[in-house]
């Protein structure tokens, strides 16, 4: 039983967000692994709201890519000019790497990365379920997770579907009608570079014992 506990939590600390990926390829068993998962995953009334599309073909991966770059690029000079990232970049103190970074964010380039991987998964949920936001979101962890067992790498993006003018244009491409809200996609691929884990706030400063500000851990 301490196996799989120790297999457990292997998994979840070794998931990364994998932005570069070798040329090697997904096989069908391991993307039927990671689909199966997602199938698995549970749904508010166990409705099931998702679907997925499976994209190889390369000009259709670019054309992901291509809008990723514009969603994210919008996206985060949006945060910027409305200061929701000023407080990020003031902890940047080399001028250089900050210059870059805000290069890399607001051009968007941050999430142009997807047709470097083998495949990418588009996720849609029925606009009619009411819980479509939390079910797609468990589906998509589910795969996260196979695909950290299965010792290849993925990041999830809502770059290419974050504004709705970029939703239409991708739903309009891919043939999905309007009983769907694209949700996100998922790059999946072989890592060519697994990045360091990305810090995670302490426990205490994110469970509160019975009532919210109220410390859980100091009372043990
Ligand atoms: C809802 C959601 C949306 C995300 N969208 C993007 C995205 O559009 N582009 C991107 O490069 N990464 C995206 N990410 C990945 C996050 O940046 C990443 O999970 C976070 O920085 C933590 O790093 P880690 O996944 O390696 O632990 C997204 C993650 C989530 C959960």
């Known amino acids: ?29 391991d993307l039927n692994m990671i689909l199966e998962s997602a199938r698995q995953a549970p749904s508010g009334e166990n409705a099931q709201p998702w679907r997925f599309i499976v994209v190889r073909d390369k000009k259709n991966k670019k054309f992901l890519s291509d809008l990723s770059r514009r969603g994210s690029g919008r996206r985060f000079t949006g945060e910027f000019l409305s200061k929701q990232m000023h407080a990020r970049f003031e902890k940047l103190k080399d001028q250089a790497k900050k210059e870059a970074a805000f290069k890399k964010l607001t051009s968007g380039d941050v999430s142009a990365f997807v047709n470097e991987s083998d495949v990418i998964v588009i996720i849609l949920g029925k606009k009619e379920v009411w819980d479509t936001p939390f079910d797609t979101s468990a589906a998509i962890e589910n795969m996260l997770l196979a695909v950290t067992a299965l010792g290849l790498g993925a990041c999830w993006l809502v770059a290419p579907c974050i504004d709705v003018r970029d939703e239409k244009v991708l739903n309009e491409y891919f043939g999905i009608t309007d009983e769907y809200k694209t949700v996100s996609i998922i790059a999946i691929g072989q890592p060519s ?3 360091k884990a990305r810090p995670r706030l302490p426990l205490d400063e994110l469970v509160f014992g019975e009532k919210l500000g109220q410390p859980y851990f100091e009372q043990k």
């Open 1 to 29: 039983m301490d196996d799989i506990k120790d297999v457990f939590m292997q998994v979840i600390n070794d998931r990364r967000s994998i932005r570069n990926y070798t040329d090697e390829k997904v096989s069908d068993e």
């Open 193 to 195: 570079r697994v990045p």
